[in-house]
């Protein structure tokens, strides 16, 4: 029988569900025991739920919450922020080489600039510029992206090496390279961006649980009915895959091939000498095959630009979080030949983390096919932080308008592989897009 006690704590938990409290025989609390002789299970029902609590799944989540398009539940494994999102250098900058990547990024810049007023929270911006530099060999490819930002209104130029001592005293330039610089650019702080992000969803109504593991899409037919976690069945008719790293996992089960692998990259931390004078500004250094960027306290982030380990995949749940020990002094001397002051620099270690990368280096935004109500951003291949405003934007539209409608996103569908349409970068400097 069905004790009063029982009925009365099945309501309590009820209403910590921002989701319907709908009883069922299946499982929010598997095994959660109301009294000695019985176990209500209960699945929870919401309309559209996001899997993964990084800053994608976060900003889609503040989005759909604001246009209030029914109960938005966020579901994430471990912690907010745990995969790449919370390791990320979050260098914030315009320079693509495609007019969508780059107008992707100016969106989402004119967003992490009033990042306190639009999402809420603390400010997290930090503009320093962005100076890029690359061998003469790519001077017909450099001039041609520039031309293409300055025409989608984006402040950049090309600089001599004078000028470039002005921004920063530190930088050394040879006669053979050119730099450009993008006065806007700068880098936000990643782990503040991510908590803001899901605070002001929380503030908007959405429910947003750690700790959750989505184990298997639940589908019947080509519809979406919920997914199987570790604490049970949550019924929902729209799914949304914002698992990184992880994207190809659950995409199996339901026969979707998601081609996102998750590959290791490091990041070195050096401390700058204290005569090091001003802050230095965020670097693409394709002669260096690096980038560097200031970061917390006198420290600088500096990691490869070539992707190194992105023909190695790795299990995202056991990968090595260390920096290897051989690799960073390279990363020292590489640093240092553009910085020579960071030659007296104090290393402080580093880490290892994760990209999912996908075959052209470009994000996954789309339906998932053959499914109504499963929809993926993913892939976004070590720069996608930059983008998160906008991702969040343009997935709330395709999901609750039906279509993203703010740009053009149709050179990001899943069938691009199949089509052999994929992104593509003319020129011969990499990962810019
Ligand atoms: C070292 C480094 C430097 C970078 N530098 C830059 C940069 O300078 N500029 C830039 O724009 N981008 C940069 N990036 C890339 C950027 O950080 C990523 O593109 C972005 O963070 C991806 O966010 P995400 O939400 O897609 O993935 P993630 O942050 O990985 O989030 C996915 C989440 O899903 C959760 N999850 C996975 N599976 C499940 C499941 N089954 N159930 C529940 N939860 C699940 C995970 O726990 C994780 O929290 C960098 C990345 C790294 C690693």
Redesign the pocket.
């Known amino acids: 029988m069905f004790s009063r006690l029982a009925a009365r704590l099945w309501r309590a938990r009820a209403r910590r569900t921002a989701c319907h409290g709908k009883y069922a025989m299946s499982a929010l609390a598997k095994g959660e025991r109301l009294n000695k002789s019985w176990t209500f299970i209960m699945a929870v029902t919401c309309d559209i739920l996001i ?8 900003s889609i989540a503040w989005h759909l919450a604001k246009r209030r398009c029914g109960r938005v539940m966020l ?19 315009q320079h693509y080489s495609n007019r969508l990547t780059a107008s992707m990024a100016q969106k989402s810049l004119r967003v992490y600039e009033q990042f306190d007023a639009v999402v809420g929270g603390p400010p997290v911006f930090t503009r320093s510029g962005m100076v890029l530099i690359v061998n003469e060999k790519d001077k017909a490819g450099v001039e041609a992206n520039v031309k293409m930002q300055q025409e989608l209104g984006i402040d950049v130029r090309a600089i001599p090496a004078q000028a470039l001592a002005d921004i920063d005293p530190n930088a050394r330039l040879k006669e053979d390279e050119i730099a450009v610089f993008e006065a806007e650019a700068g ?1 936000v702080e ?1 782990v503040q961006v ?1 908590a803001s992000y899901a605070e002001s969803a929380r503030r908007e109504g959405a429910d947003i649980r750690l700790g ?4 298997k899409i639940v589908t019947k037919g080509n519809k979406i009915l919920g997914v199987e ?1 570790n604490e049970g069945r949550y019924d929902a008719g729209t799914v949304i895959l ?6 190809a ?2 995409g199996k089960d339901i026969g979707v091939e998601l081609p996102v692998q998750a590959c290791r ?3 070195a931390l050096y401390r700058r000498p204290a005569d090091f004078g001003r802050r230095t500004a965020v670097y693409c250094d394709f002669v260096q095959g690096i ?1 560097f ?1 200031p970061t917390h306290g006198e420290m600088i982030h500096a ?1 490869s630009l070539a992707g190194e380990e992105a023909q190695n995949p790795v299990d ?1 749940d056991d990968y090595n979080e260390a920096a290897d020990g051989a690799w960073l002094p390279g990363i020292r001397q590489r640093l240092s030949r553009r910085l020579p002051a960071m030659h007296r620099s104090y290393g402080r270690g580093g880490f290892g ?4 990368i996908t075959p052209d280096w470009h994000p996954i935004m789309d339906r998932l096919p053959g499914l109504d109500g499963a929809y993926c ?2 892939g ?9 405003p906008i991702v969040g934007q343009l997935m709330a539209e395709m999901i609750v308008d039906g279509k993203a409608a703010t740009l053009d996103i149709s050179a990001l569908r899943y069938s691009r592989f199949a089509d052999n349409d994929p992104v593509t970068t003319p020129f011969s400097y990499g990962v810019m897009g």
């Open positions: 899997v993964g609590g990084g800053v994608m799944g976060t579901l994430e494994k471990s912690y907010l922020g745990a995969g790449s999102s919370g390791k990320s250098g979050a260098i914030v900058r880098y990643s991510v959750v593991e989505v184990q976690t914002a698992t990184g790293p992880w994207a996992q659950l990259t490091q990041v980038y960027k990691g995202p983390a994760l990209y999912a951003a993913i976004f291949s070590g720069h996608g932080f930059k983008m998160a």
